[in-house]
């Protein structure tokens, strides 16, 4: 029989070992997705809390949104304001709560080549599993703004995928090149980031369209032509809205993110609630659509807590 000793020793390699499993499970899982199996989806976080929600509802993955985190922790918009050692801290405490791979948005990655060795190794020491780095110019602005985003040029955005992939750690933190030039080079030059992103090793690529009337086309002439993982941001609106989980399987995505669902509903009910506090001087109309304190404590893992108190009273 197992010492309490050797179970604990046994639960601490465990732990130690998560980023490197869950690194490969991702990998894994998206090497099949879309090609025959169901695509990943990944709801978008900016927070543990709703990390741990998205476990609870039974999701394989989870996507840290930059525009959510700018959010939460400063109140302003994404307009890159938010920086690497914000983002990794964030990003540490979000990893660490949930047993699930965390793909986290690295925006440009921070800097020129050193900069984005420097985020790979900040990142993988977070235990995220994955960074998606995008050929934007700084400032950045978030690619669902009104308005094409200005690039770098090719060659350039070319390199930074390269060193992020050179910088990566024998763990395997999945690096995914991310291209915001559809809207303003078109679609042939978004497939040609693409295609020398993987060419350079990257593990998964992630072309950024809006919601336009021909965008599923686009989805598909993208998946055809790229043969590593393709990721896209469902949230664009227009015909991507209303996909279903098969929808993005026969159009080969690999992995779905949905960076604005949680923040924005949560949005949406916290100014609901606070409306009703205001008007009606109590919550009782609300009542009915909140978690009660048993329901809160249970996604927080309370129950846990309590039994590991009971079993070393300190």
């Known amino acids: 029989m197992a010492t309490t000793g050797s179970r604990d020793a046994a639960a601490w390699q465990h732990a130690a070992d998560k980023p490197a499993r869950l690194r490969q499970a991702l990998r894994d899982r998206l090497a099949r997705a879309g090609r025959g199996e169901p695509t990943l989806v990944a709801p978008g976080v900016y927070d543990a809390y709703g990390?741990?929600?998205?476990?609870?509802a039974g999701f394989d993955a989870v996507y840290m949104t930059g525009n959510g985190v700018s959010a939460s922790l400063l109140g302003k918009p994404d307009v890159g304001l938010v920086d690497l050692t914000m983002i990794t801290a964030h990003a540490r405490r979000v990893a660490a709560c949930v047993d699930l791979p965390v793909i986290c948005d690295a925006d440009t990655g921070y800097g020129a080549a050193a900069a984005i060795r420097r985020?790979?190794?900040?990142?993988?020491?977070?235990?995220?599993?994955?960074?998606?780095?995008?050929?934007?110019?700084?400032?950045?602005?978030?690619?669902?703004?009104?308005?094409?985003?200005?690039v770098l040029p090719f060659e350039t955005a070319v390199a930074r995928i390269a060193a992020a992939v050179g910088a990566r750690g024998p763990t395997g933190l999945l690096v995914i090149g991310r291209t915001d030039c559809a809207?303003?080079?078109?679609?042939?030059?978004?497939?040609?980031?693409?295609?020398?992103?993987?060419?350079?090793?990257?593990?998964?690529?992630?072309?950024?369209?809006?919601?336009?009337?021909?965008?599923?086309?686009?989805i598909r002439e993208v998946t055809e032509r790229v043969r590593i993982p393709c990721?896209?941001?469902?949230?664009?609106?227009?015909?991507?809205?209303?996909?279903?989980?098969r929808d993005l399987a026969d159009l080969g995505m690999a992995l779905a993110i949905y960076p604005g669902l949680l923040r924005n509903a949560l949005g949406y009910t916290m100014r609901e609630a606070l409306g009703h506090l205001r008007q009606d001087?109590?919550?009782?109309a609300m009542r009915g659509r909140m978690l009660t304190s048993a329901e809160y404590s249970d996604y927080l893992g309370l129950e846990d807590v309590e039994a590991w108190e009971a079993r070393y009273p300190a």
């Open 119 to 150: 985020t790979v190794e900040e990142f993988e020491a977070a235990g995220v599993a994955a960074i998606h780095i995008e050929d934007q110019q700084s400032p950045k602005r978030c690619a669902q703004f009104p308005g094409a985003r200005a």
């Open 183 to 218: 809207a303003s080079l078109g679609l042939d030059a978004a497939i040609e980031r693409a295609l020398a992103f993987q060419a350079e090793g990257a593990d998964a690529v992630f072309v950024e369209l809006k919601g336009h009337e021909g965008v599923l086309d686009d």
């Open 281 to 284: 001087g109590n919550t009782d």
């Open 231 to 245: 990721m896209f941001n469902l949230d664009s609106g227009g015909p991507m809205a209303s996909l279903g989980t």
């Open 51 to 56: 990390a741990r929600m998205v476990q609870h």
